[in-house]
């Protein structure tokens, strides 16, 4: 199994991993998942829902489940959710399985794409930018460590990014 037949997508929450997913998807001709609509797929309802009866914890076991089952597809383009690299196992099996590429933002970035999305559980508090700021100081060094490849989102469009992306994956992947 060669782990460059995959791309995997990681980063904060408003970076633009299933933007920049799809449409690396659709220049490969490749399978697109985002494991979060892969998890509301399975359990029927969004993932507030699930934080609100489950907590964090029983997401973050919902969605490791789910790494380990979309780690095993060949061939695929895979945009994870921002926390997925909290888990050490599934920083190992995105290492592993797949070219990982870190999308970064700025927090003042973060914020202005998320700012009117209810659906991020995470940012449902008095101070968005304060828990965005704390979640990137946590995360950054677990996304680094697994990250093939990063790039900066902030003030680059899609189809730029995604062309940067392409010229990097084929690069490693040849």
């Known amino acids: 199994m ?8 990681i980063g904060p929450m408003g970076v633009g991993k ?17 494991s979060d609509k892969v998890i509301e797929q399975k359990t029927g309802v969004d993932i507030p829902t699930i934080f609100e009866f ?6 973050r076991r919902r969605e490791k489940k789910v790494i380990q089952e979309l780690t095993q ?3 695929i383009i895979l945009s994870t959710g921002g926390g997925v690299i909290v888990s050490e196992e599934n920083r190992e099996l995105l290492k592993q399985f797949g070219f990982v590429i870190y ?10 794409r998320t700012r009117k999305d209810t ?19 946590q995360r950054e060094p677990l996304y680094l460590s697994c990250a093939d490849f990063k790039i900066n989102t902030g003030k680059l ?8 992306i392409l010229a990097e994956y084929k690069s490693v992947a040849d």
């Open 157 to 164: 469009v899609s189809k730029i990014v995604v062309k940067k």
């Open 54 to 59: 489950e907590g964090e914890q029983g997401f």
């Open 73 to 75: 597809i060949q061939n």
């Open 2 to 9: 060669n782990r460059f037949n995959n791309i995997y997508l």
């Open 103 to 112: 999308l970064q933002c700025s927090v003042e970035r973060l914020l202005e």
């Open 119 to 137: 659906q991020r559980p995470l940012l449902q508090t008095e101070n968005p930018r304060q828990r965005i700021e704390q979640l990137m100081g």
């Open 18 to 34: 299933t933007t920049i997913g799809r449409q690396l998807a659709k220049a490969l001709k490749r399978p697109f998942y985002d």
